[in-house]
């Protein structure tokens, strides 16, 4: 049996989270695009659901703070030259927003009134979105972090880029080593984007 006060925040199912009362909603959100040659596709969605499920933890462990971690939203926002690269997908600020106001709603008719996007893609933005779900839904707050700036990354890398690099690629092999193939990586080059 399972201890009640210390769920998997990643496999809950309906019947562990029913009856005990959440103070935070956390969605993951990433993107679905290649990451060099030696990283899954997911590694946006993977990172940003590994650092919720850790922030949760640490919110309940320290505070008291229960959160649930919803399943990563896997749809980002791709720049041209990106998105020509097979099986990238784009999903434009509209697919993105209805994704956001629906999951905002269901929330909202469930009598949740907080949610944290985790975001691990640095082309998603959810400024412009907030605000207007914020109209929409004056007593719901909403919140988003890029987890991989919440700490300067050149306080802890040598060279940190902006994808697929060592930050990224170091935090794969923190929360997922079996999903790293360093073997198979690239030289890293890229054209930056404009």
Known sequence: MKNKNHLNLSLASYGEVRDLTYDLVVLPWGATEPHNLHLPYLTDAILSHAVAVDAAEKALQQYGVRCM?????????QNPGQRNLKFCIHARYETQKAVLTDTVASLHAQGFRKLVL???????NFKNMIRDLAVD???????????FAVLPAKDYFDAPGDHADEMETSAMMH?????????TAGSGAYNRFS
């Not at 985790?118 to 998603?124: A, D, L, R």
């Not at 839904?137 to 987890?147: E, G, N």
């Not at 929360?175 to 073997?183: A, F």
């Open 69 to 77: 971690v919803l399943p990563p939203v896997t749809l980002g926002s």
């Open 175 to 183: 929360y997922h080593p079996e999903l790293v193939d360093l073997s």
């Open 137 to 147: 839904y004056p007593d719901f707050l909403i919140a988003a972090s890029d987890w």
């Open 118 to 124: 985790i975001n691990g893609h640095g082309g998603n």
